[in-house]
């Protein structure tokens, strides 16, 4: 696989709260996504690292992306009872002229009123 | 935001059947995909389309498998016959370009199959 974490992991925290997610993949990516999926829909990109960048901040979101450990951290600060969600880091790879995801597990997070 | 729509929502079939998932991807998008999550596990690529062709398929893509979208109508999944651990959500996706800084990839709501 891809990633190092296998398992869909879960996370309960309180309203207001801040909150980090991490990933490790394990082959050479040019860029992290990280997608929300509520229950019911489909994934939806929230924030995107290049592998020339470090960090990257979009509203309450933070990413980080670490090259030479292959990891990546997803902060939210703040946290509302609508980010209830799960949370999944994907590497792109760029195969020829198309591109394909490949998932980490997830992180279930519910986020408490 | 651009919206894919896919169709049914839920789909229940018994075991031998075929079964044909629809997707509309978002209108002036030229690259599509289908993705399938069994239930509590992450998310796995099962092929990518463009002009008409798969492009690249993975693993999961079996024989029984087949895509097409003709004359830009719904891009579709056809499984022929179905098994068992076909049962899974089924996302499509699309996009309008490709490459290192490709445009994003939007997901559809998903089809849920349960082959019994």
């Known amino acids: 696989s891809q990633w190092g974490e296998e398992n869909l992991q879960a996370l309960s925290i309180q309203e207001g709260e801040d909150v980090t997610m991490n990933c490790s993949y394990k082959?050479?990516?040019?860029?992290v996504q990280w997608y929300r999926q509520k229950s019911g829909k489909g994934p939806a990109l929230i924030i995107l690292?290049?592998?020339?960048?470090r960090e990257k901040r979009s509203g309450r979101l933070r990413a980080t992306l670490d090259t030479s450990s292959q990891s990546s951290s997803l902060s939210i600060t703040g946290t509302l009872a609508t980010d209830t969600a799960v949370y999944f880091c994907a590497t792109d790879e760029v195969s020829g002229s198309f591109n394909k995801l490949t998932f980490g597990a997830g992180t279930r997070l519910a986020v408490c009123p | 935001g651009p919206k894919v729509l896919q169709i049914p929502s839920h789909q229940i079939i018994d075991m031998g059947q075929m079964v044909t998932l629809n997707c509309d991807p978002v209108s002036n998008h030229l690259y599509f995909y289908w993705y399938k999550q069994i239930l509590g596990q992450q998310m796995e690529f099962l092929v990518n389309?463009?002009?008409?062709?798969?492009?690249?398929k993975s693993k999961l893509f079996k024989d029984q498998f087949s895509v097409e979208r003709p004359d830009g109508s719904y891009f579709t999944l056809k499984i022929q016959p179905t098994a068992l651990e076909d049962s899974a959500v089924y996302f499509c996706?699309?996009?309008?370009?490709?490459?290192?800084?490709?445009?994003?990839?939007?997901f559809g709501p998903g089809t849920r199959l349960l082959v019994l």
């Open positions: 996706a699309s996009s309008p370009s490709w490459g290192l800084n490709q445009d994003t990839q939007y």
């Open positions: 082959t050479y990516t040019t860029v």
């Open positions: 690292i290049r592998s020339n960048e």
């Open positions: 389309f463009y002009n008409g062709k798969v492009m690249e």
